[in-house]
């Protein structure tokens, strides 16, 4: 190679370490410095990431709010409708009828309150009448209303009034018309208490 070639290849490389060409071999500092921006970039970006995987969900997620309590009328309803399971009947009569004083339009109160009132005794049948009779007028749909009042029936003599609650019964649920029935022709309810005729508690 003659020297005017070498002197041409010399300018060359010096023109394109001029123009930055090969930085990173001449001048490490600025490939250092440029490599500490990336890691930090990366931090950052490694914090983001944390947040949306752990923080944002827990953040995002819809509150849970507490479930409602029950309505006055329903708490002391259930705990009537429970008494009488238990054969507490004065016990049952006073929550039953805490439960019409929240709210008279409660067709199962007025039914549950009108067999607690009748398995206190025969002073206690034209009171329990009533009720059976508000239950129905509130809910003509209330079987378990007709089913007992054709009881309360069977018990104060009035078979006629008896056998017409055993008529619609037959419509409505034939399970319960069976069982009043049973009352009509034997005269007396099966023993123990099943307690066909009591509403059951509500669920809210």
Not at 60 to 85: F, H, Q, R, V
Not at 127 to 151: C, F, P, S, T, W
């Amino acid at each position: 190679m003659s020297i005017a070639t070498l002197k041409i290849e010399a300018r060359n490389q010096y023109r394109l370490k001029e123009e930055g060409f090969g930085q990173c071999f001449f001048t490490p500092p600025i490939c250092i410095s440029s490599f500490r921006h990336e890691i930090k970039a990366m931090k950052y970006i490694l914090l983001i990431l944390c947040f949306v995987i752990f923080a944002y969900p827990t953040l995002a997620a819809p509150s849970k709010t507490k479930d409602p309590s029950p309505a006055p009328e329903i708490e002391a309803y259930n705990s009537g409708t429970e008494l009488l399971k238990q054969l507490q009947f004065a016990a049952a009569e006073k929550q039953l009828r805490q439960a019409l004083k929240s709210n008279e339009k409660f067709p199962e109160s007025h039914n549950n309150l009108a067999y607690a009132l009748r398995k206190q005794g025969p002073k206690h049948f034209e009171k329990a009448l009533r009720h059976y009779n508000r239950a129905i007028e509130l809910d003509q749909n209330l079987a378990e209303a007709y089913m007992y009042r054709g009881v309360l029936y069977v018990q104060m003599g009035q078979l006629d009034k008896a056998q017409a609650d055993l008529d619609t019964l037959k419509r409505q649920s034939p399970r319960l018309a069976k069982e009043l029935d049973y009352v009509i022709q034997n005269q007396a309810e099966k023993t123990p208490e099943k307690f066909f005729g009591v509403a059951a508690v509500i669920k809210e």
